[in-house]
């Protein structure tokens, strides 16, 4: 390891290199403005997957994001810098907050590997095969995507192309299977189906994110996931990647009865897989019941179907939950306690559903009624499905009453703070609602927890 201080001077050293370099190309080389943008983003990559090797302590990598950030920033704001050495991050046309958000993952992963337990070993490779997904799958991707994509879909980001993701899947494989092979003592079926499935997770994920979201989340997940899949058999993977397949086979066929759009029935398909992989099949219940419920709380017209919700509104309605299913990986807390906060989530999130829907479909209804109506709605289609798997629990009937308090709370927020509630629009203010009130209605359930 090398002294802190020296280490820091060689990374910074290594990344104003990069940037002249690759500033002096685009100068003179012209080359597609997303060219540039993704030579550096391989570069920083790179440079930070040498960290364990480099550093053996927090304070510095922390510092060094902190710079980086900052950098990035400036580059934007900057009038001179954005003049010149911002173009790199600046060139493409699209909205993007990308090479913020990728310093904080590398932060983020390094403050786990150092704080981990285990082999070192493994911790490397926790640390470093993330890191060559986010780098090396993105950049491949977006380079094919941009020369040879031909086959367009939509999504929140704008078009994407299908050979740039199947890049990126092959990509993302190649990145998980051969570090696996060579560095672990994990058997060649083992480490081929963790490659494919945690290459199939990231293609769903980096299809659908937008602003460059995946450079942040897409790291946490993969190390979630390839943490669990290490300590599984080879029964156990195949099991995986069987429910993968037949989860997007029942999404897709099932998208013509809800009203998501194509990266909206992605995501769905996403958040199913995720809930499953990294809680079980316990954790898949609640956003299943949401995804096939939410369609059937009131009649079904030509106005409340059509396909008019991207994948804010998944991830809106998603958040809450999933933001308990992360701390419970993180905090390895008991599994009954979060179970039972992810379904509260999930309850919550179906009321307020349902309180826009009925409220679009009956506009005479009084808000007391057409409230009372949609918690319940929630809570039962929720909770009942909880005691029936949770009935081994002594707690989980007193838990299931102290929920309704949860609910009715985000429901009944959602329904004075959205403004033309009865008539919702479909932007991003009302699926920031309905995180904020998704959060609020299941931190409720806190209560019971510590109180029983």
């Not at 060139?91 to 310093?103: A, D, H, N």
């Not at 209804?365 to 909770?383: D, E, Y």
Request: neutral net charge.
């Amino acid at each position: 390891m090398m002294n802190p201080w020296l280490g820091m001077a060689v990374v910074l050293a290594a990344l104003g290199t990069i940037f002249v370099l690759v500033r002096l190309y685009q100068k003179w080389g012209n080359p597609h403005p997303e060219l540039p943008r993704k030579v550096l983003h391989v570069g920083m990559g790179m440079v930070a997957i040498a960290f364990p090797w480099i550093f053996d302590r927090s304070w510095p990598v922390l510092v060094l994001g902190v710079l980086s950030i900052g950098g990035m920033i400036a580059l934007r704001t900057i009038e001179g810098l954005a003049g010149g050495v911002g173009k790199i991050v600046s060139g493409v046309q699209r909205v993007s907050l990308g090479e913020i958000y990728f310093p904080l993952a590398i932060a983020i992963q390094w403050i786990i590997y150092v704080h981990e337990g285990g082999p070192k070993e493994i911790r490397i490779l926790l640390y470093c095969i993330p890191l060559l997904l986010l780098t090396l799958a993105d950049a491949v991707a977006a380079l094919v995507g941009v020369n040879y994509g031909r086959w367009r879909y939509t999504t929140a980001d704008g078009l994407k192309s299908t050979e740039g993701s199947f890049s990126f899947f092959l990509c993302a494989f190649l990145c998980v299977h051969v570090p696996l092979l060579l560095a672990t003592d994990t058997g060649k079926l083992d480490t081929l189906l963790i490659a494919v499935l945690l290459a199939w997770v990231a293609t769903l994920f980096e299809a659908i994110a937008w602003g460059g979201l995946d450079n942040l989340v897409l790291p946490l997940i993969a190390h979630l996931l390839l943490k669990i899949y290490l300590g599984l058999s080879v029964s156990d993977l195949e099991m995986r990647l069987a429910v993968t397949a037949a989860l997007m086979v029942f999404v897709l066929f099932y998208r013509t009865q809800t009203t998501l759009q194509g990266s909206a029935v992605l995501g769905a398909c996403l958040v199913g897989y995720i809930s499953w992989a990294l809680g079980g099949w316990r954790w898949l219940l609640a956003p299943f019941i949401v995804f096939v419920g939410y369609t059937l709380l009131s009649p079904r017209t030509d106005s409340n179907h059509r396909p008019i919700h991207n994948i804010h509104a998944v991830l809106g309605v998603t958040a809450a939950g999933l933001m308990w299913l992360f701390l419970y990986r993180l905090l390895e807390r008991p599994e009954h306690e979060f179970l039972y906060l992810f379904t509260l989530a999930f309850a919550a999130e179906l009321a307020i559903i349902a309180t826009s829907r009925l409220g679009y479909d009956y506009p005479n209804l009084a808000g007391p009624r057409l409230l009372t109506i949609s918690v319940l709605q929630g809570w039962v289609l929720l909770f009942v499905p909880y005691l029936v798997v949770e009935w081994s629990e002594p707690l989980s009937l007193r838990w299931a009453l102290c929920a309704l308090p949860g609910v009715a709370l985000a429901a009944v927020g959602f329904y004075f703070t959205q403004p033309s509630v009865r008539d919702c629009p479909v932007d991003w203010p009302r699926w920031l609602r309905h995180g904020i009130h998704g959060v609020l209605g299941s931190a409720v359930g806190l209560v019971p927890l510590y109180l029983f």
